[in-house]
């Protein structure tokens, strides 16, 4: 298990799966989190960064299936924080989902918040990270959460495992970056090199040779690798050279498996995938590279780590991959995400809703707002449905449990608010946006379908969007303007992919489905740093049921205050 744990040989994650297997009865898994200031060198810079215990990504949270788990985060830096758990649904219990201004005031410099939630029918690989502003660029970790004891996984069970983490690295603190380009209203700087498990690989020049991820492998053994997208604004392709990977579950969820030579992961996104040593014992690079597929300015350099057959000499020099997409490969991606299924079967089955009660349709634009202190005189901005949100001061389900007023409103439009071509020529006159804190109110239990479109405004661009507090059912994708009358008879219902993040392609659309059965306030935007900070999400407003287990828990007695 790799994080956290890279420099150690793999045996030890064989351990720590030993140590599950033997202490199915302790159920409470416990974690102490210090945020902490860290001296980090990569690329012969070195630089002051805020982490978690001081390791960059931070430490794996390991747990299994239905497990009690209990994270005392302490802040001993001056900057606010939150951790979100990324995928974890958090039953009820949005107290502990962690993003700022959302489900909870940040926790303070010199101050203590824990978080404590169950893992309620969940298996797999999912992650936590920071959740204010673009702290997440250098605090993130890895979740494994492994099945029940005695369940064994739908798949040939791996000789061992490890966690690959892609990531971004920026010389200049990630903070200063993002507050000069809204001082400046332009978008900030993108990041300095592409990282695997925090480190950028030996293909990068200069002091890279004691920053490079190394697996060690054993010939004939199958690994399986949890990889985590844990980039701040980048989409990225991963390959290893010379072997092929099994695709097996994709955000805590299994699949179908099928072969693959190069995944392709959104920020936000988790993907397993098995990996057989069955080649020549030598040396092969692990290698991520970023997808970037319209004329928007992204870090386009590519990290690289190193599967290392036991025995093989350090001198001998890596293989690179044959064969990996070109960085604008629209087709490749589509192909890949178009073989992604649920497994369906009956110990797992998708529960896709085949009725739906709300229909909802979210524009996607990239926006220009007037700023009288901005360089040009106006800032980027961007929006659902033409609303820029606006972070509130006091956290939005705190004014729903207590009945606050004028925190928010709970009237976000179920569609925009004018018909256009949205992916025809590029539209770049009425520009600005409507600002204001709107959620959507959805009755309990009842069944969405939400239609998520990209638009020309300034440009068309692919969006990472992340729902919190559910899985949904990616049930269609397509390329221009959504049809209504008819795209829906295209949908996949029987096996379509289940996740808790999923890509819009670039002048294209992706339509969800899903049960509004987890009462709260959950948050959706997208998972690119730079258009969250822009104003690119809202969140939904879920009612309590009638049930005695269909409203909010109430909060905990140590729930920061704003």
Same mark, same amino acid.
């Given at each position: 298990?790799?994080?956290?744990?890279?420099?150690?040989?793999? $045996?030890?994650?064989?351990?720590?799966?030993?140590?599950?297997?033997?202490?199915?009865?302790?159920?409470?898994?416990?974690?102490?989190?210090?945020?902490?200031?860290?001296?980090?060198?990569?690329?012969?810079?070195?630089?002051?960064?805020?982490?978690?215990?001081?390791?960059?990504?931070?430490?794996?949270?390991?747990?299994?299936?239905?497990?009690?788990?209990?994270?005392?985060?302490?802040?001993?830096?001056?900057?606010?924080?939150?951790?979100?758990?990324?995928?974890?649904?958090?039953?009820?219990?949005?107290?502990?989902?962690?993003?700022?201004?959302?489900?909870?005031?940040?926790?303070?410099?010199?101050?203590?918040?824990?978080?404590?939630?169950?893992?309620?029918?969940?298996?797999?690989?999912?992650?936590? +990270?920071?959740?204010?502003?673009?702290?997440?660029?250098?605090?993130?970790?890895?979740?494994?959460?492994?099945?029940?004891?005695?369940?064994?996984?739908?798949?040939?069970?791996?000789?061992?495992?490890?966690?690959?983490?892609?990531?971004?690295?920026?010389?200049?603190?990630?903070?200063?970056?993002?507050?000069?380009?809204?001082?400046?209203?332009?978008?900030?700087?993108?990041?300095?090199?592409?990282?695997?498990?925090?480190?950028?690989?030996?293909? *990068?020049?200069?002091?890279?040779?004691? +920053?490079?991820?190394?697996?060690?492998?054993?010939?004939?053994?199958?690994?399986?690798?949890?990889?985590?997208?844990?980039?701040?604004?980048?989409?990225? *392709?991963?390959?290893?050279?010379?072997?092929?990977?099994?695709?097996?579950?994709?955000?805590?969820?299994?699949?179908?498996?099928?072969?693959?030579?190069?995944?392709?992961?959104?920020?936000?996104?988790?993907?397993?995938?098995?990996?057989?040593?069955?080649?020549?014992p030598g040396r092969y690079f692990?290698?991520?590279?970023? *997808?970037?597929?319209?004329?928007?300015?992204?870090?386009?350099?590519?990290?690289?780590?190193?599967?290392?057959?036991?025995?093989?000499?350090?001198?001998?020099?890596?293989?690179?991959?044959?064969?990996?997409?070109?960085?604008?490969?629209?087709?490749?991606?589509?192909?890949?995400?178009?073989?992604?299924?649920?497994?369906?079967?009956?110990?797992?089955?998708?529960?896709?809703?085949?009725?739906?009660?709300?229909?909802?349709?979210?524009?996607?634009?990239?926006?220009? #707002?007037?700023?009288?202190?901005?360089?040009?005189?106006?800032?980027?901005?961007?929006?659902l449905n033409n609303i820029t949100f606006v972070?509130?001061?006091?956290?939005?389900?705190?004014?729903?449990?207590?009945?606050?007023?004028?925190?928010?409103?709970?009237?976000?439009?179920?569609?925009?608010?004018?018909? *256009?071509?949205?992916?025809?020529?590029?539209?770049?006159?009425?520009?600005?946006?409507?600002?204001?804190?709107?959620?959507?109110?959805?009755?309990?239990?009842?069944?969405?379908?939400?239609?998520?479109?990209?638009?020309?405004?300034?440009?068309?661009?692919?969006?990472?969007?992340?729902?919190?507090?559910?899985?949904?059912?990616?049930?269609?994708?397509?390329?221009?303007?959504? #049809?209504?009358?008819?795209?829906?008879?295209?949908?996949?219902?029987? #096996?379509?992919?289940?996740?808790?993040?999923?890509?819009?392609?670039?002048?294209?659309?992706?339509?969800?489905?899903?049960?509004?059965?987890?009462?709260?306030?959950?948050?959706? +935007?997208?998972?690119?740093? $730079?258009?969250?900070?822009?104003?690119?999400?809202?969140?939904?407003?879920?009612?309590?049921?009638?049930?005695?287990?269909?409203?909010?828990?109430?909060?905990?007695?140590?729930?920061?205050?704003?």
């Amino acid at each position: 298990m790799a994080s956290a744990l890279s420099s150690l040989p793999l $045996v030890v994650s064989s351990l720590l799966l030993a140590f599950f297997a033997l202490s199915a009865h302790a159920d409470v898994k416990r974690y102490q989190f210090d945020i902490v200031m860290s001296n980090v060198s990569r690329l012969c810079h070195e630089k002051a960064m805020v982490t978690v215990n001081g390791s960059y990504p931070g430490p794996t949270i390991y747990a299994r299936e239905g497990d009690r788990i209990i994270v005392n985060v302490t802040n001993r830096v001056k900057y606010n924080m939150t951790i979100h758990w990324h995928g974890l649904k958090q039953r009820r219990n949005g107290w502990a989902d962690g993003p700022a201004y959302v489900t909870q005031c940040p926790i303070g410099g010199g101050a203590s918040y824990v978080y404590d939630f169950n893992v309620t029918g969940q298996r797999g690989t999912l992650w936590w +990270h920071a959740h204010i502003a673009w702290m997440r660029a250098t605090v993130h970790g890895a979740v494994v959460i492994l099945p029940d004891a005695g369940v064994p996984y739908p798949f040939p069970k791996p000789d061992d495992e490890a966690e690959i983490i892609l990531g971004e690295w920026w010389h200049a603190d990630v903070e200063t970056v993002e507050r000069q380009g809204s001082t400046l209203g332009m978008a900030p700087n993108t990041s300095d090199a592409h990282t695997i498990n925090g480190k950028p690989g030996p293909l *990068f020049p200069y002091c890279s040779e004691k +920053h490079t991820y190394a697996l060690q492998v054993q010939r004939g053994k199958t690994y399986l690798l949890r990889i985590i997208n844990a980039a701040v604004n980048d989409e990225l *392709f991963f390959s290893i050279a010379g072997h092929t990977m099994t695709v097996v579950e994709i955000d805590a969820t299994y699949t179908k498996p099928f072969a693959a030579s190069t995944v392709q992961l959104p920020p936000g996104q988790t993907m397993n995938v098995l990996v057989r040593a069955d080649q020549n014992p030598g040396r092969y690079f692990m290698v991520a590279k970023p *997808f970037n597929d319209v004329p928007i300015p992204a870090d386009n350099k590519t990290a690289t780590a190193i599967l290392q057959y036991a025995g093989v000499p350090t001198s001998v020099v890596p293989a690179l991959p044959q064969l990996m997409p070109a960085t604008n490969s629209t087709g490749f991606v589509a192909a890949f995400h178009d073989k992604l299924r649920s497994l369906n079967s009956p110990e797992y089955p998708a529960d896709v809703p085949l009725a739906v009660d709300r229909h909802l349709l979210y524009t996607i634009g990239l926006n220009i #707002d007037p700023c009288d202190t901005c360089l040009n005189q106006s800032r980027l901005a961007a929006s659902l449905n033409n609303i820029t949100f606006v972070m509130p001061r006091t956290a939005l389900l705190q004014a729903h449990y207590y009945g606050l007023r004028g925190v928010f409103a709970a009237d976000f439009p179920d569609r925009p608010p004018a018909r *256009f071509n949205y992916t025809g020529v590029p539209l770049t006159a009425g520009l600005g946006t409507s600002l204001g804190t709107r959620l959507s109110k959805v009755a309990y239990n009842a069944t969405v379908e939400l239609v998520l479109q990209d638009t020309n405004l300034l440009s068309v661009e692919s969006h990472p969007f992340h729902l919190h507090g559910y899985n949904f059912f990616v049930v269609g994708r397509g390329v221009g303007n959504f #049809d209504p009358a008819k795209d829906p008879a295209k949908y996949n219902l029987v #096996d379509p992919p289940e996740r808790n993040t999923v890509g819009v392609p670039a002048g294209g659309w992706t339509a969800i489905r899903f049960r509004a059965n987890n009462p709260g306030v959950w948050f959706l +935007h997208c998972h690119l740093e $730079v258009h969250t900070s822009w104003g690119l999400k809202m969140a939904f407003l879920v009612e309590d049921g009638s049930g005695p287990d269909e409203s909010v828990l109430p909060p905990p007695k140590d729930l920061p205050k704003c």
